[in-house]
């Protein structure tokens, strides 16, 4: 099971500073990559119902957060092993011939270490401020997908969508990574799910999720809807889960739960560490499964 760390770039981790050190303290922990959250902006009323909770943000709104690309990169260039990933993205509110160059870029200095970390979004207050339909936004990210792959791996790409459409061409440089990036779905339910085993490398639980047998589950659904779609590499989509447990011999216990589960990566959470115990922390992550 591989061992990663996830945050949103905001307050005290929204800085070059700490950015920094998480990286440089990730690849001496030999972590395999730092997940980013993201939200373009935060609506000051919000009216839509936060995904896995059943309520509101748990977090200020008003706090300064970095933008993801920029913060993806100060992690990446922070280290030269630890893979850099977006968890989630919310793809459709993105014009995805833009971020499918960003990506490329970002992708070919890192030396190919991206995943894209994609969800449909759940706040349609943020879709307005954007100017973005909040109807049929899954529709609209299964196209956009489409999209980034062909501008990812075609000399010459065009689109013809329902949502985008480009005639030929040149989208240069081409990512590092042969095929582009690897594409992981986020959500929660059986339509992520779904999406998932049609268009994603891997999946990413939705937060909480802390049951092995639950988390085992997920992944084996996962792969028999892929399988039944007649995808070859079924068996390689991949597992992420993120918990956090207040007591660190518990949480030890239920990370190798979820390494016996067959999960493929648990990621850490970050969040409410303060900057001075972030190069212990992430330090100790590798002794909670050895």
Known sequence: MRLSLILLPRGLHGTREALSAIGQAAQQAG?????????V????EIRSTYPGTGGALAFNGATPQLDLTVAMMLVAMASETVGVGSAVVVLAQRNPVAF?????????VTGGRVALGVGVGWCAEEFEALGVPFARRGARTDEYIQALRTLWTEPQ???????????????NPKPAQAGGPPIWIGGYGEAAHARAARLGDGFIAGARLSDPEEAA???????RRAADLGRADADRIN???????????????????????GVDEAAIPLQGRSLAEIRDFVLGIPDLVA
């Open 239 to 261: 597992l992420a889960v993120s918990f956090g447990l207040p007591d660190r011999p518990a949480f030890a216990a239920r990370l190798k739960e979820m390494r016996d589960a």
């Open 31 to 39: 972590l395999a990559r730092v997940w980013l959250g993201d939200h």
């Open 157 to 171: 790409p065009a689109l013809e969508g329902e949502f985008i459409r480009f005639a030929p061409v040149h989208c």
């Open 41 to 44: 902006v935060y609506p000051a």
């Open 217 to 223: 589950r997920i992944r084996r659904d996962i792969r």
């Open 100 to 108: 499918a160059k960003q990506m490329a870029s970002l992708d070919l």
